[in-house]
């Protein structure tokens, strides 16, 4: 790859900046080794749910709360956010944060608890989006629910699905990248939808639902 190239695509990454706010929650979480989507990624979130309308999204991954803000700021004004995850610690800072936003509380609905007996709750076709940002080893059993609980013309994102470079090299058969390289190829041949893979931040697979 060309250095202009390089340079161009750091150029398109960092083209929408954080809120200071998203910034030191992404910094709180990470003392907690909550990671944080990477700002490009957020971008993109925010922009699909303000494509959508969006009044109801899943979030499966919490963290500190920094890609349910980039999601926030995109949905409809009384939009919720559903967000799970099983780690109180992180929630409580996503919390913090949402209230820090101004996020009035009824417009967020904070789930602690694994997302693996949580969803299965979830009713179907009932949600405008559903973005998976957690366990990567559960990620193909998040995916099937978030397809049953999509509407038609809802979204489906997954981040990390370039999983630190390591998807692209057939050569890497460690059992994060596999499960990944194997569910991006599994997602892309699903009748039920149609996908894209962008070369954002680590990777951010988006699908609509048909």
Known sequence: MSTQKLATWAYAEGFIAPSELIERAGAEGETLGAVPVHPAVGSALRLLAAALAARTVVEIGTGAGTSGL???????????????????????LAKKAYAE???????TRVIAGDAA????????????????????????????????????????????????????????????????RDLGKTLREDDRLLPVLLPVGDGLFAAVKR
């Open 101 to 107: 936003a101004g996020i009035q509380p009824q417009r």
């Open 117 to 180: 007996q949580v969803l299965p709750r979830l009713n179907d076709a009932t949600y405008d989006m559903v973005f998976i940002d957690a366990d990567k080893g559960n990620y193909p059993l998040y995916a099937e629910h978030g397809i049953r609980v999509l509407r038609s013309g809802g979204v489906l994102a997954l981040d990390n699905m370039l999983w630190h470079d390591r998807v692209a090299d057939p050569a890497v058969r460690d059992e994060h990248t596999t499960v990944l």
């Open 70 to 92: 980039w999601l926030l700021e995109g949905m409809a004004r009384d939009g919720v956010l559903t967000t799970i995850d099983v780690e109180a610690e992180h929630q409580r």
